[in-house]
């Protein structure tokens, strides 16, 4: 018997049709269709189009039925860059920065990421994972579907691989899909201190060819900034890993403009993230070698840094995603709703432009944009149901969560 269900009556179906990442003004066309219907067949979208239409054209008894009169619906939210298995939390650091400190001395004084590895290395596998399913449970409340999750907690061996190993557990037992990033490279380890090159060349012959084998990873992400790890150290590490066939990404120019938006674009990377320091140049180069650019406002919300000039890229030509950075320290929220209300209140996004920023356009910035990220005929059946009869909804009901429903594979996972 076919797993068959019928979403219909509509107020809005906003589509975000497309099989690629949207550039430019392009991110403003959403494909709406008024008083629609979604058809899905074993997890798959059959049918999109007029409530009327689509009703002809199938046997409406054969499904389950959804009427979703007077709500819109969406495509499942794309979350396409967060740090969510974790131990410890940085509650103190965050009351510092509310007196004045900023986030680089924390982390210059043995606080900031290195303080969550302290705490990651000290979690059983267990524990990470009841932590990790609490937190995709509130990410799936606010519309979630698909999250990437990122290492970075435990920069030695054995901490990697447990984040990497409970990120893979919790893709088996949570309906949220996890798409895997290995941030070995997130923090110089206090054992390799004032030696980030000897640090690079240690992932690059003793961990990656471990995460590969093992399949743990898909993408290469490294945090690029002053204090971090400079250009060369990136370039030698996210070239080593493109030979081993992973996908990159880049934490880019977000302290200091360092360069790291042109060398996204030197080596290919599938995004690069942060960027409010990148230079015209690098944001032009973005644009034209097709490298997403992931902003992230929260975390420039929660550091009282200044926005990503999202305006500047998207007229640019180059194609912008939106995401959480979900993580205890820069940035502790799950909401993408408030992610949305800012791109539109601070860096002059349009309100259709951030929502191509959290579907398709996400969907490219974790390389899924041919299976998820629009509502599509043969996409994967990832629908977000919405209590209002419009996307309008999303960042008006400020810091809440406008999502009634949440289909995943085309089975209701959050009502
Ligand atoms: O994306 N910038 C580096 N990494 C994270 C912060 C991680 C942390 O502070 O724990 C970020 O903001
Ligand atoms: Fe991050």
């Known amino acids: 018997m076919k797993n068959k269900l019928l979403i219909k009556n509509a107020s809005e179906v906003v589509t975000c049709s497309g099989f690629e990442a949207k550039k430019g003004q392009n991110m403003n066309e959403l494909n709406i269709i008024e008083d629609g219907a979604v058809v899905v067949e074993d997890g798959i979208i059959k049918l999109v189009g007029k409530t009327q239409e689509v009703l002809r054209n199938i046997d409406e008894k054969e499904y389950e039925v959804i009427d979703a009169k007077g709500k819109a619906i969406l495509p499942g939210f794309i979350d396409s860059h967060t740090h969510f298995v974790f131990g410890g939390y940085r509650a103190d650091e965050y009351y510092l920065r509310l007196k004045g400190a900023t986030y680089m001395e924390i982390m210059q004084k043995g606080g900031g990421i290195i303080n969550s590895v302290r705490g990651t290395r000290q979690a059983s596998k267990e524990e990470l994972v009841e932590l990790g399913l609490k937190r995709l449970n509130s990410m799936l409340s606010f519309g979630v579907t698909t999250v990437e999750g990122k290492s970075g907690y435990g920069l030695d061996f054995d901490t990697e691989v447990k984040q990497l190993e409970v990120y893979e557990e919790l ?170 209300a800012l791109s539109t ?71």
Do not use: W
């Open 171 to 340: 893709n088996k037992i949570h309906p949220v899909d996890i798409v895997k990033t290995y941030l070995g490279a997130h923090s110089v380890p206090t054992e390799y201190k004032g030696r980030g090159m000897d640090y690079i060349e240690y992932i690059i012959k003793e961990v990656l060819p471990y995460i590969k084998e093992k399949n743990l990873a898909e993408f290469v992400d490294v945090f690029c900034e002053k204090n971090v790890f400079s250009i060369e150290e990136s370039r030698r590490l996210l070239l080593a890993a493109k030979q081993m066939g992973f996908k990159l990404k880049m934490h880019a120019d977000e302290i200091v403009s360092l360069g790291g938006a042109e060398l996204a674009a030197e080596v290919g990377a599938t995004s690069a993230d942060h960027l409010l320091q990148a230079s015209d140049e690098g944001i032009k180069s973005m644009a034209e070698k097709g490298v997403i650019a992931t902003l992230l406002p929260a975390t420039a919300f929660s550091l009282r840094e200044h926005y990503a000039r999202a305006r500047h890229m998207i007229d640019s030509g180059a194609s912008v995603a939106l995401a959480s950075d979900f993580n205890p320290g820069s940035c502790f929220t799950e909401n993408l709703a408030f992610v949305v």
């Open 345 to 415: 209140l601070y860096m002059n996004m349009t309100l259709e432009e951030a929502i191509t920023a959290i579907t398709i356009n996400a969907a490219a910035a974790i390389g899924r944009e041919k299976e998820i990220g629009s509502l599509d005929q043969g996409k994967q059946a990832d629908i977000v149901i919405l209590e209002h009869p419009s996307y309008k909804f999303i960042p008006y009901h400020i810091g809440i969560s406008s999502v009634e429903k949440v289909i995943k594979r085309g089975k209701l996972v959050f009502d």
